[in-house]
């Protein structure tokens, strides 16, 4: 292990930096992520594949829930020490839309999209949806229910979430089950909805409620006064 290279980075500096990674047999660009220190020190140690999140605000371990995992064979620093480059065997597809590689999207030529190779179905329900909801920012808004809040705004997306919030707390009011399922999940989505606008990841809000198990409300509410 090159040491010597691997204390040239300078994660005084840059708290994060790109990764690319590559096919080790056919040179395909993968995919493009980001890693820090101990994202790092754990694909040196493990050979697969760690990056850091940064909508997620977290360390994860290519393929943790899709299980198709990158095991590293070769890792290379660029010349000024801020980027690094993962020659890996890629298991399943590297791409979340079931392709791949993530860059299939050519823009100096108009041409079809690749196949979809593999039907990913091990995400989350919550982190589905959230993929969904981002590819709907490109969508066109007069097809799109979720594109045309989007291209209305900040107050048209907030609007929805507020009345959604309502119509859930009078379907529980009316003791209406069938109805209290259907507003929740109503809420729930337009929930979503809202936090794509703002490219927050569900997983952040599933965080916090993690930091909050054994703790009384009191206490939660203290902590946040504290800080």
């Known amino acids: 292990m090159n040491y010597e290279l691997i204390n040239s980075i300078d994660w005084d500096r840059f708290a994060l930096i790109p990764v690319i990674a590559q096919d080790y047999q056919d040179g395909t660009v993968l995919m493009l992520a980001y890693t820090n220190k101990e994202a790092l020190e754990l694909t040196l140690q493990t050979k697969i594949a760690h990056y850091y999140s940064r909508s997620r605000k977290k360390l994860w371990k290519k393929g943790e829930q899709s ?3 990158q095991e590293v064979k070769e890792i290379y620093l660029d010349c000024d020490s801020d980027t690094l480059l993962l020659k890996v065997k890629q298991n399943g597809v590297a791409c979340h839309t ?3 590689s993530c860059f299939f999207n050519r823009i100096d030529v ?3 999209l690749p196949p979809i190779e593999q039907e990913i179905t091990n995400y989350s329900l919550s982190d589905t949806l959230y993929h969904v909801i981002q590819d709907r920012k490109k969508a066109d808004p007069s097809k799109s229910y979720v594109a045309s809040l ?8 907030l609007k ?6 309502g119509e859930f707390c009078f379907a529980v009011k009316d003791k209406e089950e069938d109805e209290i399922v259907y507003e929740a999940a109503d809420l729930a989505f337009h929930t979503l909805v809202a936090l794509g ?8 809000v599933k965080q916090e409620l993690r930091r909050r198990f054994g703790m009384s409300g009191i206490e939660e509410k203290n902590s946040r006064k504290d800080g």
Not at 160 to 165: F, L, R
């Open 98 to 100: 079931g392709r791949m």
């Open 197 to 204: 606008y703002r490219n927050i990841d569900p997983e952040r």
């Open 150 to 157: 989007f291209k209305k705004g900040e107050n048209s997306v």
């Open 67 to 69: 299980g198709n995992t």
């Open 110 to 112: 108009t041409q079809e």
């Open 160 to 165: 929805k979430v507020v009345e959604e919030a």
